[in-house]
C-alpha cells in the first residue's frame, strides 16, 4: 500500500536557525496536504499542494512539491518558540482516494 | 468559529469493556473521519463516512470496533471488547469533501485519549 515517510524524526534547533522537514512517498500523489500538531493538541491544516513543482508561502513557511509529485518539504525560516510541535504531511494519490499521513517530525525550539 | 466536537475527552477503561466515542462535525460538512494516533505516530484513518454512508473502513478493526453516522451528521465510533493495544488518541475531522480533493482542508476534533487498563 501507498507509504509516506518523513524525516527527521525529531529535529532541535536553537531559536533563530533554520528548519526542514522532507515527506517523501512510495508513489506518485495527486496532492499533499500539511498539518501542524501542537504538543498536547490536535493537527491543524497548513496547506494543500496540487500541482508538480509548487511553491507556496506562509509567512516564514516555505511549502514545496516536487516536480514528480512524490515528495515534498516545508522550510521554516528563523524558528521561533511558537513554531514547536509536530508536523505531518499526509498524502492522497488520487483526489477520490484518502490521505495516508506520515509520521511526522517533532520540532523543538530552544529560547 | 466552528469546531469539530468530541466527547469524552478522557477515557479510562478495563479491557474485555465496551467503550463508545462521539463526534458532532463541523455543520455542513459532508465527510466525516475517525482516526486513532498513537503516540509518536501519524493519524491512521479508521473509517470514513460520505454523508451516512461508510466510504472507506479498511483500516478498521471490524471484529470489535464499529462506527455509525446514522443521519448523516454525528457519529459514533464503538469498541467492544476494549484490548490493551486500543490505547490511543482517537481523532474525528470533518471536512466539505473528502481530504485530498482540491481546496478541501480537515478539521480536527481535540481527540479523545483512551487508556485500557
Known amino acids: 500500500g501507498q507509504q509516506v515517510m518523513q524525516i527527521p524524526q525529531y529535529q532541535h534547533v536553537q531559536e533563530g536557525e533554520d528548519f526542514t522537514t522532507y515527506c517523501n512517498s512510495s508513489t506518485t500523489l495527486s496532492n499533499i496536504q500539511w498539518y501542524k500538531q501542537r504538543p498536547g493538541g490536535h493537527p491543524v491544516f497548513l496547506i494543500q499542494l496540487v500541482k508538480s513543482g509548487e511553491v507556496k508561502k506562509q509567512k516564514r513557511l516555505t511549502f514545496q512539491f516536487g516536480e514528480a509529485k512524490k515528495n515534498s518539504s516545508l522550510h521554516i525560516t528563523a524558528t521561533q518558540t511558537t513554531d514547536v510541535g509536530t508536523y505531518f504531511c499526509?498524502?492522497?494519490?488520487?483526489?477520490?482516494?484518502?490521505?495516508?499521513f506520515g509520521d511526522g517530525t517533532t520540532l523543538t525550539v530552544k529560547p | 468559529e466552528a469546531e469539530v466536537a468530541q466527547s469524552p475527552r478522557y477515557k479510562i477503561t478495563e479491557k474485555s469493556q465496551a467503550v463508545a466515542f462521539w463526534c458532532d462535525p463541523i455543520?455542513?460538512?459532508?465527510?466525516l473521519y475517525w482516526y486513532r494516533q498513537i503516540l509518536g505516530q501519524g493519524p491512521e484513518l479508521l473509517v470514513q463516512f460520505q454523508d451516512e454512508s461508510v466510504v472507506d473502513d479498511s483500516q478498521l478493526p471490524k471484529d470489535r470496533f464499529s462506527a455509525e453516522r446514522l443521519k448523516g451528521v454525528d457519529s459514533t465510533l464503538k469498541i467492544q471488547p476494549a484490548e490493551l493495544g486500543d490505547s490511543a488518541m482517537y481523532l474525528c475531522a470533518s471536512s466539505l469533501r473528502w481530504i485530498g480533493a482540491a481546496n478541501t482542508e480537515a478539521f480536527f476534533g481535540q481527540g479523545t485519549r483512551l487508556t485500557v487498563v
Open positions: 499526509a498524502g492522497s494519490r488520487t483526489n477520490a482516494g484518502k490521505s495516508t
Open positions: 455543520s455542513g460538512h459532508a465527510t
